[in-house]
């Protein structure tokens, strides 16, 4: 079974409007953590935003917001008023484990968003 | 601040040949160092990972190799490529230090490589 699904090969949403990125995960684990990286075109994997499995309020950095539902091991992504600077790949990354060592990420096959002005 | 460079940026070669990339971070000390791998249109794939100099562990078997001469430095090398061995490289840092359980992975700027 994989481990992080994402089952939104590819959304068009018009500018300005909010966009939600499905992320679904799959661990026995207690402890991990969830991430949210940006692929654009050029490549480089851009860091958005964390959630740990005991944090007890969503994560939020700026216009990013991650939708924390732990029961249904949930962690999607919540882009407020989108812009066009935000087209591009989209990929949900799990750790397994407590942290604190070197503990590799497990990527989704990532999502497609193109913003349409 | 941090930064992580790659090199170099674009490679083609031929079937057989060998290969050697090259990550290095700056702004840290002891930081934990990654080597992934991304298929066309895919996810990343975790190829190796080092907590210190020498240490490496390999997370898949395959023909490629790293290593890690200096604290800030991570090559991933490889005797004869494959076919197979085509994709985009990406190098990645964490900090242990920044706090048990949050620390974030880096990525650098990524190698395309193309074997022929």
């Known amino acids: 079974a994989q481990k992080i699904t994402q089952t939104q090969p590819g959304m068009f949403v018009q500018e300005k409007e909010a966009v939600t990125l499905d992320c679904t995960y799959d661990t026995s684990d207690p402890s991990y953590g969830l991430f949210w990286y940006k692929q654009p075109s050029s490549g480089e994997m851009i860091f958005l935003i964390y959630?740990?499995?005991?944090?007890?309020q969503n994560a939020t950095e700026g216009r990013y917001s991650l939708n924390f539902q732990k029961a249904r091991k949930s962690a999607n992504l919540v882009i407020s008023a989108s812009q066009l600077g935000d087209s591009a790949m989209y990929f949900c990354a799990m750790r397994e484990g407590p942290g604190g060592g070197a503990d590799g990420l497990t990527f989704g096959k990532g999502t497609h968003l193109i913003i349409q002005p | 601040s941090q930064t992580i460079h790659q090199w170099p940026a674009t490679l083609v070669q031929p079937v057989g040949s060998p290969l050697s990339l090259e990550c290095t971070v700056e702004g840290t000390s002891n930081p934990n160092l990654y080597w992934y791998r991304q298929a066309a249109g895919r996810g990343l794939q975790l190829l190796f990972y080092?907590?210190?100099?020498?240490?490496i562990s390999s997370e898949v078997p395959q023909n490629l190799s790293a290593s890690r001469p200096q604290d800030r430095q991570f090559i991933l090398s490889s005797k004869k490529l494959l076919l197979s061995d085509s994709g985009f490289y990406l190098c990645a840092w964490s900090d242990e230090i920044a706090g048990a359980g949050r620390e974030t992975q880096y990525f650098g700027p990524g190698t395309r490589l193309l074997v022929l």
């Open positions: 080092s907590v210190g100099i020498g240490q």
């Open positions: 959630q740990g499995s005991y944090d007890q």
